[in-house]
């Protein structure tokens, strides 16, 4: 079975997942109920809405360019641009790891080695729930809400970069790993990986990459907020931020294929927190996740489709 049959094989699984997320919800929030909100919402903000989350993945996109630039990975913008977009087809996949794809589009586009390229989606994942966290952060400290989380991600992430940080540690780490009968003929790949990670990582590279992701973020944070606007409800900013920088953190954390499920359960969930009605609040969890999630695995869909013949070679 080729990649591109392995990961349509995925996506139909994840989107089947998804339909009965949707089912769920929507038995949920009572079918009578939502219909009646969807009919009173402003459809006319659905444009801005994309819009955001269109800049969303322009920021992402400059971030995933610089990253290339970093380890002298030297391919055009055009083509950066579209690995970068067919990658978003990967969104449903647990923890978006499966955005490794980039790794394998540029093998196919330039024989660039997996080993050194796919660490930088480990980067873009530990600086986006980074930014994320940050954008949270604010919202949890306000209505003192799962602040042990806080730390824990924190005190996890600081971890993980203090031990690539530190050669002596990680040189140990890979030395024990060659004796290993089922890793030792991979180790070279792994320090080739590691050496990816430790360049992406430094100090600068590292600020830099979370100022853009809490940027990025932003801007869907924004979408939220116009999502609560298009129902009504003249929340807050820092309320539309904490719900669904949050949510999106427990989505990733949970590790579940786009964060399916608990996502939208957690922006259900805390929209009630902040008294918001149950028909509301599950419209809303729908509108976003369709105008963020699905609409980036669609535009990944797209872009890939029509630049397949890129990335296959005879």
């Known amino acids: ?58 920021f992402r996109f400059y971030k995933w360019d610089y990253y290339l630039g970093k380890l002298d ?3 055009s913008k055009k083509d950066s641009f579209v690995v970068f ?44 729930v980074m930014g994320l966290l940050i954008l949270a952060s604010v919202g ?3 209505y003192d809400y799962s602040l042990n989380l806080l730390i824990a991600i924190l005190t996890i992430f600081a971890l993980i970069v203090l031990v690539i940080q530190s050669r002596i540690l990680s040189m140990k780490i890979i030395d024990f790993c060659e004796r290993l ?53 003249g929340r807050p900013l820092l309320d539309a931020t904490f719900v669904f920088a949050f949510s999106s953190l ?12 608990i996502a939208e359960g957690s922006i259900v969930g805390l929209l ?9 609040a599950t419209g809303t969890a729908l509108i976003i996740r369709f105008g963020t999630l699905w609409f980036g695995v669609l535009s990944g869909i797209v872009v890939l489709s029509l630049n397949i013949n890129k990335f296959q070679k005879d």
């Open 1 to 58: 079975m080729s990649v591109i049959d392995k990961i349509k094989k995925r996506m139909l699984y994840s989107s089947i997942f998804g339909i009965f997320v949707i089912i769920a919800l929507l038995i949920y929030a009572d079918v009578g109920k939502l219909t009646e909100a969807f009919i009173q919402f402003k459809w006319t903000y659905i444009p801005v809405i994309v819009l955001l989350t269109l800049l969303n993945y322009i």
């Open 73 to 75: 990975i030297d391919i």
């Open 85 to 128: 977009f067919s990658g978003l087809v990967m969104s449903i996949t647990p923890g978006k790891l499966g955005e490794v794809f980039k790794s394998y589009l540029l093998k196919q586009l330039d024989d660039i080695q997996i080993s050194k390229s796919a660490p930088i989606i480990f980067a873009e994942r530990l600086t986006d």
């Open 140 to 142: 949890i400290i306000v």
């Open 181 to 233: 009968p089922l890793v030792s003929n991979y180790v070279h790949h792994l320090r080739l990986s590691y050496e990816s990670a430790y360049t992406l990582l430094r100090h600068k590279p590292l600020l830099f990459t979370i100022a853009i992701s809490i940027v990025s973020w932003f801007f869907e944070c924004i979408a939220m907020w116009y999502v609560l606007k298009g129902f009504g409800l």
């Open 250 to 261: 427990a989505g990733a954390v949970s590790m579940l294929p786009g964060g399916l499920g």
């Open 272 to 280: 009630h927190t902040l008294d918001v009605p149950n028909s509301i």
